[in-house]
C-alpha cells in the first residue's frame, strides 16, 4: 500500500493546482502540462490523435455543484486551447466564455437514473433521485471524442462504483490524466454488496489505484482535502503515452497490461531484488 499511494511519476512540465488554494480550500486538483499543452497547439506542434480526430485539447469535468474554478483556472493555464465539458445532473446551468457545453448529467456504472444514498450514524439510510446518468463509455460516444487531456471527477463516493474495476484500455477514447477525489467513507453508500468486513475502505482505495496503474497510469499528486475526514484525498494520475504535444505511438494498447502483468514485483522497484513484502 506504500509503493502505491507514494507519487512516483517524474514529470518534466509544470504542474499546478486548480483553483488554487486561495480560491478554494476544499478540493483542488493538480493537472500538468497545461502551458505545455497551449504552446504545442499554437506552434502547430500537437498532433491528432488517430482517424476522426483532430489536435483540440478536451477536458471533462464530473460534478461542479455550479461551481466552475477549476474549468476557469484550466481554460487559462491552457490559454484557451482546451474544450470544456461540464457535467452534472443536480446542477444549475452553468455557463461563461470557459464552458464549451454543459451537460445535466452524471458520471455512473450504467446507464440510469442516478440516486443520491446517504448512511446515518444510526445506520439509517436516506435516497433521493437527482438526475440522469450515463456510463464514461456511452459520454464519449454520444459526444464523438477520441480524446480526453484531462478527465476531473468530484462525484461524492459513486467514484467507487465507477472506477474499482474499470477497463481504461477498452474505452472509445483515451484518457491522458485522471483528477480524482476518492471518498473512502461513501463506499458503503454507493457499492452493490460491499462488506468492510471482507474489503476494507484501504484495500479497495488500493485496487482503484493498482488499476489505474495496470493500464498504464501513474499517481503524480496525492493529498489531503479537510482536516474532518482525513481519508478523503484528491490524487492525479498521468498515462506514461500522454504529453502536451500529443500521445506517443503505442499501436497496440494491450501491450500495457502485458508489461504490467510481467514487470518485476513491488518489492524490487526499490532495488530490493532478494526480499518479499513479509521481509519488509
Not at 180 to 209: C, N, W
Request: aromatic residues 8%; hydrophobic residues 35%; negative net charge.
Amino acid at each position: 500500500h506504500q509503493l502505491i499511494s507514494t507519487p512516483a511519476s517524474s514529470l518534466q512540465w509544470m504542474q499546478y493546482q486548480s483553483p488554487t488554494f486561495t480560491v478554494s480550500a476544499d478540493g483542488g486538483k493538480w493537472t500538468c502540462g497545461l502551458p505545455e499543452l497551449a504552446a504545442a497547439k499554437n506552434s502547430g506542434r500537437r498532433k491528432p490523435f488517430g482517424p476522426g480526430s483532430n489536435k483540440q485539447c478536451v477536458v471533462y469535468s464530473f460534478g461542479s455543484r455550479s461551481n466552475v474554478d477549476f474549468e476557469k483556472r484550466v481554460y487559462a493555464l491552457a490559454d484557451g486551447a482546451c474544450k470544456m465539458h461540464t457535467f452534472d445532473p443536480s446542477s444549475a446551468l452553468v455557463t461563461g466564455d470557459e464552458i464549451t457545453a454543459f451537460h445535466a448529467l452524471g458520471l455512473t456504472a450504467k446507464n440510469d437514473m442516478i440516486t443520491w444514498h446517504h448512511t446515518e450514524p444510526d445506520g439509517s439510510k436516506r435516497v433521493r433521485v437527482v438526475g440522469m446518468g450515463n456510463t464514461l463509455t456511452s459520454i464519449l460516444e454520444n459526444l464523438g471524442h477520441v480524446n480526453v487531456d484531462i478527465l476531473k471527477a468530484d462525484i461524492e463516493g459513486s467514484e467507487f462504483a465507477i472506477f474499482h474495476k474499470i477497463d481504461w484500455t477498452s474505452l472509445p477514447a483515451r484518457i491522458g490524466q485522471i483528477q480524482l477525489e476518492l471518498h473512502p467513507k461513501r463506499i458503503v453508500d454507493f457499492m452493490d454488496g460491499y462488506s468492510e468486513s471482507t474489503d476494507p475502505p484501504a484495500l479497495v482505495v488500493h485496487q482503484i489505484l493498482m488499476n489505474m496503474e495496470r493500464h498504464g497510469y501513474r499517481l503524480f499528486s496525492l493529498e489531503p482535502v479537510t482536516e474532518s475526514d482525513t481519508s478523503q484525498v484528491e490524487i492525479s494520475m498521468i498515462h506514461k503515452d500522454w504529453t502536451p504535444d500529443g500521445w506517443l505511438p503505442n499501436p497496440n494498447r494491450a501491450d500495457e497490461l502485458t508489461a504490467w502483468e510481467t514487470r518485476a514485483p513491488p518489492w524490487q522497484w526499490l532495488g530490493h531484488q532478494n526480499s518479499t513484502p513479509e521481509d519488509g
